[in-house]
Nanobody, 117 residues
Framework: QVQLVESGGGLVQAGGSLRLSCAAS????????VGWYRQAPGKQRELVAT???????DYADSVKGRFTISRDNAKNTVSLQMNSLKPEDTAVYYC???????????WGQGTQVTVSS
């Protein structure tokens, strides 16, 4: 079955960097749209960045210029490079993969990112 496993979260000071990775299995990875979402305490899950199967990327306004999403279809991985981190970036970050012609993504278990001021 489809499985997504995130890694790379942790505690970092404001201004620092982290790189999240998500390893996918059980799917033809290259045809899926993939993305990163986050959920802060008391808030709804929100989109951070997406990468379509066709190569298009999109970012939330709050992370543009600081975060970069990438994917490696040969390794079935999607990554999120996060630079210039801010305390408001603190959240659980989730990897998601959506199959073609579907609006229902598969989710990873999440990884905690904490940015201290």
């Amino acid at each position: 079955q489809v499985q997504l496993v995130e890694s790379g979260g942790g505690l970092v000071q404001a201004g620092g960097s982290l790189r999240l990775s998500c390893a996918a299995s059980g799917m033809i990875f290259s045809i899926y749209a993939v993305g990163w979402y986050r959920q802060a305490p008391g808030k709804q899950r929100e989109l951070v960045a997406t990468f379509t199967s066709g190569g298009r990327t999109d970012y939330a306004d709050s992370v543009k210029g600081r975060f970069t999403i990438s994917r490696d279809n040969a390794k079935n991985t999607v990554s999120l490079q996060m630079n210039s981190l801010k305390p408001e970036d603190t959240a659980v970050y989730y990897c998601a993969a959506t199959p073609p012609l579907s609006n229902k993504p598969y989710w990873g278990q999440g990884t905690q990112v904490t940015v201290s001021s």
